[in-house]
């Protein structure tokens, strides 16, 4: 393989792909190849360049060939690459099926691209040892997302949300945001449950009314322009987390 990791990704938004080909070839470390739409071209092409790729990068909802059944396709064939699924489809039992095949990452769009650097790092490094995501990994990650979201660092509500949605991510023990999380986060800070609880209603507003609302809109599955949409403090909690937990579990099965 040369110094390059050659990739190629299958996926019909062509936004996403121009993205991703924009700025892997700007970055030097991961070249794309060549990019599908559907997956019926993208198995021919798989099947017959077999030397000239390293990673598939590629949407489990596709035209023509699904990617469960593209999957499953090249399993069949004995074709063995790294695969990393980004798509925003969450459905358990696609998820458990992707297991089967060989599949290093599930990650769900938006999809962050240092993360998505950060993945295909892992995928290339020895397999034979599984990766554990650190904690300080997650932090700059999930600092990331809430700076993307328009969130200022600045305001007491970041450090709630980011130290929230860590402990959600690393304590699975966890299940009750208001007499659980908040206790632990107002002990840490030395203040009180009830002023974090605010504090973090404050922070989702400001991204709400000055952040990427397309990128909110992404995560939560809803238009945030009126105040009755605006996601819940644990609705916006446990959906990031759960973003880094999927990606963990296809991690741990290495």
Do not use: W
Request: net charge negative; proline share 2%; hydrophobic share 35%.
């Amino acid at each position: 393989m040369s110094n390059k990791i050659r990739a190629i990704i299958i996926d019909d938004n062509t936004i996403v792909v121009n993205n991703l080909t924009d700025h892997f070839n700007k970055s030097g470390k991961i070249e794309v190849v060549n990019s599908f739409a559907d997956g019926e071209s993208a198995l021919e092409y798989i099947i017959s360049n077999i030397d000239k790729f390293d990673l598939i990068l590629m949407d489990i909802l596709l035209p023509k060939l699904d990617g469960t059944a593209l999957l499953g396709e090249i399993t069949s064939r004995g074709i063995k690459k790294n695969v990393i699924i980004l798509s925003s489809y969450k459905d358990d039992k696609v998820i458990k099926e992707c297991m089967n095949y060989n599949v290093t990452h599930y990650m769900l769009k938006p999809i962050n691209i240092t993360s998505l650097e950060h993945r295909v790092q892992e995928a290339f490094e020895n397999n034979d040892t599984p990766i554990v995501n650190t904690k300080k990994q997650i932090d700059v990650e999930v600092s990331e997302l809430l700076h993307n979201l328009g969130i200022p660092s600045h305001i007491r509500g970041y450090k709630y949300l980011r130290d929230s949605i860590v402990l959600i991510y690393t304590d699975d023990k966890i299940s009750y945001i208001t007499k659980e999380l908040y206790p632990r986060i107002a002990e840490k800070y030395d203040t009180t449950a009830s002023r974090v609880e605010r504090a973090i209603r404050h922070a989702i507003e400001i991204g709400c009314m000055r952040g990427n609302i397309s990128l909110m809109d992404d995560l939560f599955g809803f238009s945030i322009s009126c105040d009755k949409d605006k996601p819940t403090n644990s609705e916006f909690i446990s959906t990031i987390a759960d973003r880094f937990k999927l990606d963990k579990n296809f991690v741990k099965k290495l």
